[in-house]
């Protein structure tokens, strides 16, 4: 099983970025598909997931409102759109496939990441 992450980069407060995951080997209908995040110094913390049906999503409070998660069950790949970014935003972004919505300890498979950077 294999994730790959891509999308990342630097952008200015205000902007936006798309985020992009693609599986190998591993069906993303059976699995709750997440985006995490680690700014430096800090813990893993969820951003966002959709349920194996692809009809239920979730976000974490700090994103809601800004990030869209959305997915192509045809190419395995899953998205996070990323509008509004934010200097607190900033950092590396993994993609994730796991059994559960928020615990990352909950996810069996990741991405290697990839870094966003918000300028202020």
């Known amino acids: 099983v294999q994730l790959q992450a891509s999308g990342g980069g630097l952008v200015q407060t205000g902007g936006s970025l798309r985020l992009s995951c693609v599986a190998s080997g591993v069906a993303i209908n059976n699995y709750i598909m997440g985006w995490f995040r680690q700014a430096p110094g800090k813990d893993r913390e969820f951003v966002a997931s959709f349920d194996r049906s692809g009809g239920s999503t979730a976000y974490a409070d700090s994103v809601k409102g800004r990030f869209t998660v959305s997915r192509d069950s045809s190419k395995n790949m899953w998205y996070l759109r990323m509008n509004s970014l934010r200097p607190e935003d900033t950092a590396v972004y993994f993609c994730?496939?796991?059994?559960?919505?928020?615990?990352?300890?909950?996810?069996?498979?990741w991405g290697q990441g990839t870094l966003v950077t918000v300028s202020s």
């Open positions: 994730a496939a796991g059994s559960s919505g928020r615990d990352p300890d909950l996810y069996q498979h």
